[in-house]
């Protein structure tokens, strides 16, 4: 059982009944601790048993009181202040609405205008201090919720677990519909996606390429376009991008594989919104989050509906 606590880096439990045998394989296999982050455990961090020292080899009984601190970590991007929507936060993860444009991490061609560097400037501000890991990634253009945890732990549990029912990432995209292509009313797009030119980012559907799974319900039909709710079921690179375009219905604004509809929409991103997340954390357990539209989409979803 897992005894609630506002520090990033420690976890405390009472063993229960059947939790009894040597700590590592409680630890690991009740509570999802790798065999790598017990290691950097016992290099740097604290693993107490009823208030004493113990060793991962060491044995366990119900009724032990066992706490974990994580070794303590520095801010791994230079901070820069600047807003930034936050939708969530506790001691373990920094949820945030992301805003279309904004890269996640610094890269060569952004250094210091990344989600990434307003985080740790936010994160210095509080006194805190973590490796900002990102637990799933949006493209610049996408906005919607993104998550960022505040240690390997956390980071790795959650990681373990994107392929289970306990994670859940729901997008809403625009696209378009032709009135002699009607999208079906809900489906499931199962089509590998690979990289065909190692130099260029655009993907595509190709029969060696990885297995890519997209389920799909309409949300709203209008003149020219189709709103939907898109559920991943796997997460590829440019995974809906590259399965709407498959599909012939290519997302509004999409640059890459839709250019044309930029200056027809009057949108010069894709309508791509990570609107929904699920995820399970080791304290607070089940999580659902949800990210508010930004205005150009709201904008659009207003042209589109005749509004404007």
């Known amino acids: 059982m897992i005894i609630p606590s506002d520090k990033p880096t420690e976890y405390n439990y009472i063993l229960e009944s059947n939790e009894t045998g040597k700590l590592s394989d409680i630890?690991?296999?009740?509570?999802g601790f790798s065999t790598r982050i017990l290691r950097n455990i016992k290099r740097g961090g604290i693993l107490e048993v009823n208030g004493a020292p113990a060793r991962v080899i060491s044995s366990a009984v119900a009724g032990d009181k066992v706490r974990i601190v994580l070794p303590r970590e520095k801010l791994d991007a230079d901070p820069v202040d600047s807003p930034f929507d936050i939708i969530y936060e506790d001691s373990e993860i920094l949820a945030v609405n992301k805003s279309p444009g904004v890269v996640s991490h610094p890269t060569k061609r952004h250094q210091l205008d990344t989600l990434a560097n307003y985080a740790a400037a936010y994160a210095a501000l509080r006194g805190d201090s973590y490796k900002l890991r990102f637990v799933n990634r949006l493209d610049m253009d996408t906005s919607g919720v993104i998550i960022i945890?505040?240690?390997?732990?956390?980071?790795?549990?959650?990681?373990?677990?994107?392929?289970?029912?306990?994670?859940?990432?729901?997008?809403?995209?625009?696209?378009?519909?032709?009135?002699?292509?009607?999208?079906?009313?809900?489906?499931?797009?199962?089509?590998?996606?690979?990289?065909?030119?190692?130099?260029?980012?655009?993907?595509?559907?190709?029969?060696?390429?990885?297995?890519?799974v997209t389920h799909y319900k309409v949300l709203e039909?209008?003149?020219?376009?189709?709103?939907?709710?898109?559920?991943?079921?796997?997460?590829?690179?440019?995974?809906?991008?590259?399965?709407?375009?498959?599909?012939?219905?290519?997302?509004?604004?999409?640059?890459?594989?839709?250019?044309?509809?930029?200056?027809?929409?009057?949108?010069?991103?894709?309508?791509?919104?990570?609107?929904?997340?699920?995820?399970?954390?080791?304290?607070?357990?089940?999580?659902?989050?949800?990210?508010?539209?930004?205005?150009?989409?709201?904008?659009?979803?207003n042209r589109l509906r005749g509004k404007i």
């Open 27 to 31: 630890l690991s296999r009740r509570y």
């Open 149 to 212: 945890a505040k240690n390997k732990f956390v980071h790795h549990y959650i990681q373990s677990r994107m392929q289970g029912p306990d994670v859940e990432k729901t997008y809403t995209v625009w696209a378009e519909e032709a009135p002699d292509r009607l999208f079906p009313d809900s489906g499931t797009i199962d089509l590998p996606i690979g990289r065909p030119d190692p130099v260029s980012i655009r993907r595509c559907v190709m029969e060696d390429g990885q297995r890519a």
């Open 221 to 301: 039909r209008v003149p020219g376009a189709v709103r939907l709710e898109i559920v991943l079921e796997t997460g590829r690179t440019h995974q809906i991008r590259v399965h709407l375009a498959a599909a012939e219905h290519p997302i509004i604004g999409d640059p890459l594989y839709n250019p044309d509809s930029c200056e027809r929409f009057g949108l010069n991103r894709q309508a791509l919104h990570a609107s929904r997340l699920k995820l399970p954390l080791p304290k607070a357990g089940i999580l659902e989050l949800q990210a508010e539209l930004p205005d150009d989409f709201i904008q659009l979803e």
